[in-house]
């Protein structure tokens, strides 16, 4: 999760003081340009505040990484102050700068994202690796039909989809504006051959079509309700609050995928899940009632949290 302010200051008319010339009336150079905006954000109590300085500046100069270096001590453009002005105050005020810049990396691969769309997280890497290792072990050549559940922007089925040639996914969403995002994702890394997105809530799209799936991925909402307040401002009054909060205590989407899994047309080999801290074992055991799996298995993150449960079938 993005890390950065409290709630963050009001909108006020302007917060970012003018930065194109010194007090000298000397350009301001974009190495004095970023140091400014990071004492600036960090003023606010924006945590990473130079990595944030960073990205921004990128976004609104049009500049990657190494390009931003060499020009380093070029003049600022003013004719780009009023963006570079607009983009330092909403991060000031809270939004991520994911959401500012409409982007996000993911495996390796660049992502839109905008407040339709949860980010997509570090941890949910390690669900695509698991989900790319296993399925290659259980099909290995073949062409497995993988259902991405709650897809959001795609980024589980896009990556997988980039990484495996021959496998054929499929993605489901409540929110069609969500799914117009996957699709744009999908479309940008050459993919929308393999990948179907359809509207609907969690297996059910599939139970109605009969579609016979291989395997089925899922990062669906799994944070407490009343856990909701506490959480950093940026996630809890930026990003959608139903791809966060999975009903009082986090674990009802679990039940209902759970639940779901023997109504479709046959059980699938491999069903993934990411779930929160301390909700491993609940869902493990949700998985144990459906079916006598080969493997069960948990997973944690790099922080030792464990993080994914995975149910193989080798029959």
Same mark, same amino acid.
């Given at each position: ?59 609104? &100069? ?12 070029? =003049?600022?453009? =003013?004719?780009? #102050? ?6 330092? #105050? ?17 495996? +390796? ?14 941890? /949910? $890497?390690?669900?695509?690796?698991? *989900? ?9 050549? +073949? ?46 890394? +050459?993919? /929308? ?5 359809? $509207? ?15 395997? *089925?991925?899922?990062?669906? =909402? ?8 506490? &959480?950093? =401002? ?82």
């Amino acid at each position: 999760m993005m890390a950065g302010s409290s709630d963050g200051p009001k909108k006020q008319e302007r917060l970012f003081p003018g930065m194109v010339y010194a007090a000298d009336q000397q350009p301001v150079t974009i190495r004095e340009a970023f140091a400014k905006a990071s004492s600036f954000l960090q003023g606010y109590g924006v945590r990473e505040a130079s990595a944030c300085s960073e990205l921004l500046l990128m976004h609104v &100069l049009g500049l990657d990484k190494t390009s931003l270096f060499l020009r380093w001590s070029e =003049p600022f453009p =003013p004719e780009r #102050e009023d963006a570079w002005r607009e983009s330092l #105050e909403r991060k000031a005020a809270g939004e991520p700068v994911q959401y500012i810049i409409g982007e996000q990396e993911f495996y +390796g691969l660049p992502f839109e994202v905008t407040p339709a769309v949860l980010i997509p997280r570090p941890e /949910t $890497e390690l669900l695509v690796e698991a *989900v790319v290792r296993v399925g290659r072990e259980l099909w290995p050549g +073949g062409a497995p039909l993988v259902a991405d559940v709650g897809t959001g922007s795609g980024a589980i089925a896009v990556a997988a989809a980039v990484h495996c040639p021959s496998w054929r996914f499929v993605g489901s969403d409540i929110s069609a504006a969500a799914l117009k995002i996957a699709r744009r994702n999908a479309a940008r890394h +050459g993919v /929308t051959a393999r990948i179907r997105f359809v $509207e609907g809530d969690l297996l059910l799209p599939f139970i109605e079509r009969q579609v016979a799936l291989d395997a *089925v991925v899922s990062n669906p =909402p799994y944070i407490a309700a009343d856990e909701l307040p506490g &959480l950093q =401002p940026e996630v809890r009054l930026y990003e959608p609050a139903t791809a966060l909060v999975g009903g009082h205590d986090g674990l009802e989407p679990y039940r209902r995928l759970t639940a779901q899994l023997p109504r479709l047309t046959r059980m699938p080999k491999l069903v993934a899940f990411e779930v929160g801290q301390g909700q491993a074992s609940d869902v493990a055991g949700m998985l144990e009632q459906v079916q006598d799996w080969d493997e069960l298995t948990i997973i944690p993150d790099l922080a030792g949290i464990d993080r994914h449960v995975l149910a193989i079938s080798k029959k």
